[in-house]
């Protein structure tokens, strides 16, 4: 199995300038979560999907974000426009969720983001 | 509500020392346990889960948990450090209230440093 992949891997850009995350997550998992790492604040949840469906976004910091899951493999993280303080490394994780409450999320490799 | 508090935001041990990582727990119902290891420069990947079978769980690379219902605490422990365990760890919790669509709950964070 290829694991979530996320693109870009790294990612720089101005200010003010559109940017769009990618994120497709592994075969078969029907929940998406999209975090995001700084050193100040830690790991944040942002928001999260399941069956495609946006259940929780009270993480987005502001209406500059929005994402999208159009179908079961594809997610996008769009911040528009960005600021210095978005930059920070945002992961992409997914989960295989039966109801339980016990399943693993695997997190992709990340995306780093600096805005100048 | 469920959440994770990660008592010591560093935590450093000599090669062959003692690993133990403290995490505590509050939830209105029976808990479900996570320990996610990061790597420098990837993503989260699961150590190890507590899901309401043996109290004592093991995980990958030698490192184990005890899960304390009367100390409300999941422990990380591992007899001997290795250099290649420096890493930042993370306790997590189901968040059962979500109609268990697969969130976890992150505590802060460890960072473990590993001395020669």
Known sequence: DAGVIQSPRHEVTEMGQEVTLRCKPISGHNSLFWYRQTMMRGLELLIYFNNNVPIDDSGMPEDRFSAKMPNASFSTLKIQPSEPRDSAVYFCASSSSGGAGTDTQYFGPGTRLTVL | ?116
């Not at chain 2, 000599?14 to 808990?31: D, T």
């Not at chain 2, 995980?59 to 100390?71: L, Q, T």
């Not at chain 2, 189901?94 to 020669?116: A, C, E, M």
């Open chain 2, 1 to 116: 509500a469920q959440s994770v508090t990660q008592l010591g935001s560093h935590v450093s041990v000599s090669e062959g020392a003692l690993v133990l990582l403290r995490c505590n727990y509050s939830s209105s119902v029976p808990p479900y346990l996570f320990w996610y290891v990061q790597y420098p420069n990837q993503g989260l990947q699961l150590l190890l889960k507590y899901t309401s079978a043996a109290t004592l769980v093991k995980g990958i690379n030698g490192f184990e948990a005890e899960f304390k219902k009367s100390e409300t605490s999941f422990h990380l422990t591992k007899p001997s450090a290795h250099m290649s365990d420096a890493a930042e760890y993370f306790c997590a919790v189901s968040d059962r209230g979500s109609s268990n669509t697969g969130k976890l709950i992150f505590g802060q964070g460890t960072t473990l440093q590993v001395k020669p």
